[in-house]
């Protein structure tokens, strides 16, 4: 049973202190490694443990294919300045390869994860000599998990899988107490630039929970340009996430005067505190003419745009 430390209750500078001793006692003297992705999760555990171990902490950047527009060089330069080295490791083939033909979502997210942990993060740790992964997993994700709401990637011991027997090192979860809000916080504490600790949540199986069927690179495309546009066009409203999904059955559109059997983009857009729960952004109807306007302008083969406005329950923030 993990016990939840509340945003009210959290201390961010006793959290960081106890954390920091539980990371340096849980490592010893050995190396210690960590994915970073650039989301708030990730980000925070990185800057936790580099206050922890300095230099005994290998952090990497999976570049897996199914990332936001300029995600590698945004991550790696933000870090830069921090004074944290991030190494990109280019993987798109082996994640597009294990992807191939899956339609299924679990089956899918299962294929994420075990390219990631065992093919090409168990071939990194292995190469570092690191015993260790330090990993960002938050009380939200063992939730949703252990339900059965979604199996997130992350998420191992408390479903009876022990990563040491699985893939070879054991996982060190120092944020797993907290949810959403509570790591923006400590993120702030331990000095992210709001840019990051404020940034959306963004999946762990990144683009392709936005994918529903097969993840291809063309599809991955699609759904990262509409992205971009989507995070760009809603910025502004103050909603905890937002974001394009990509459906699957091709739809009946019209482009030059001519018949078109193209693309069909769902726009989300979510108010919600810690992700438990989660009610749609009430958004104007002229800025979601915009985002239907921008969408079908500059997407090839998109010739529909909705906007959901079921509420979690009984939707999730994510499609897949």
């Given at each position: 049973m993990i016990?939840?430390?509340?945003?009210?209750?959290?201390?961010?500078?006793?959290?960081?202190e106890e954390k920091v001793r539980e990371i340096q006692a849980g490592v010893g003297d050995g190396m210690t490694i960590n994915a970073l992705s650039g989301g708030?999760?990730?980000?925070?555990?990185?800057?936790?443990?580099?206050?922890?171990?300095g230099n005994r902490l290998k952090t990497v950047f999976i570049d897996n294919g199914i990332m936001r527009e300029g995600e590698?060089?945004?991550?790696?330069?933000?870090?830069?300045?921090?004074?944290?080295t991030v190494e990109v490791v280019d993987a798109r083939k082996e994640f597009f390869a294990a992807l191939k033909g899956i339609t299924d979502?679990?089956?899918?997210?299962?294929?994420?994860?075990q390219t990631f942990y065992k093919d090409v993060f168990g071939k990194i740790v292995r190469e570092s000599g690191a015993k260790c992964l330090l990993q960002g997993t938050i009380l939200t994700?063992?939730?949703?998990?252990?339900?059965?709401?979604?199996?997130?990637?992350?998420?191992?011991?408390?479903?009876?899988?022990?990563?040491?027997?699985a893939f070879g090192y054991r996982i060190i979860e120092p944020l797993i107490q907290l949810r959403k809000d509570s790591v923006r916080?400590?993120?702030?504490?331990?000095?992210?630039p709001?840019?990051?600790?404020?940034?959306?949540?963004?999946?762990?199986?990144?683009?392709?929970?936005?994918?529903?069927?097969?993840?291809?690179?063309?599809r991955i495309d699609i759904v990262r340009k509409a992205t971009a546009i989507v995070e760009h066009l809603l910025k502004d409203t103050g909603a905890f996430q937002y974001m394009a999904i990509l459906h699957e059955d091709r739809v009946t559109g019209?482009?030059?005067?001519?018949?078109?059997?193209?693309?069909?983009?769902?726009?989300?857009?979510?108010?919600?505190?810690?992700?438990?729960?989660?009610?749609?952004?009430?958004?104007?109807?002229?800025?979601?003419?915009?985002?239907?306007?921008?969408?079908?302008?500059?997407?090839?083969?998109?010739?529909?745009?909705?906007?959901?406005?079921?509420?979690?329950?009984?939707?999730?923030?994510?499609?897949?």
């Open positions: 016990t939840e430390i509340t945003a009210q209750e959290l201390n961010t500078d006793r959290f960081i708030v999760d990730s980000s925070t555990v990185t800057m936790l443990g580099h206050r922890a171990l590698p060089e945004q991550v790696v330069g933000f870090f830069g300045k921090l004074g944290v979502p679990e089956v899918k997210r299962e294929a994420i994860t994700d063992v939730d949703e998990t252990v339900a059965g709401i979604k199996r997130q990637h992350n998420v191992f011991e408390q479903l009876g899988i022990d990563p040491q027997q916080k400590v993120g702030k504490a331990l000095g992210l709001a840019d990051l600790f404020d940034r959306i949540p963004f999946p762990g199986p990144a683009l392709a929970a936005r994918v529903i069927g097969e993840v291809t690179p063309e019209m482009r030059d005067g001519k018949r078109e059997f193209g693309c069909q983009i769902e726009v989300r857009c979510w108010n919600s505190v810690d992700a438990r729960t989660a009610s749609p952004t009430r958004l104007s109807f002229d800025l979601l003419e915009e985002l239907a306007r921008k969408i079908t302008d500059n997407i090839p083969g998109v010739v529909s745009v909705t906007y959901n406005v079921a509420s979690k329950p009984p939707s999730t923030l994510e499609a897949v």
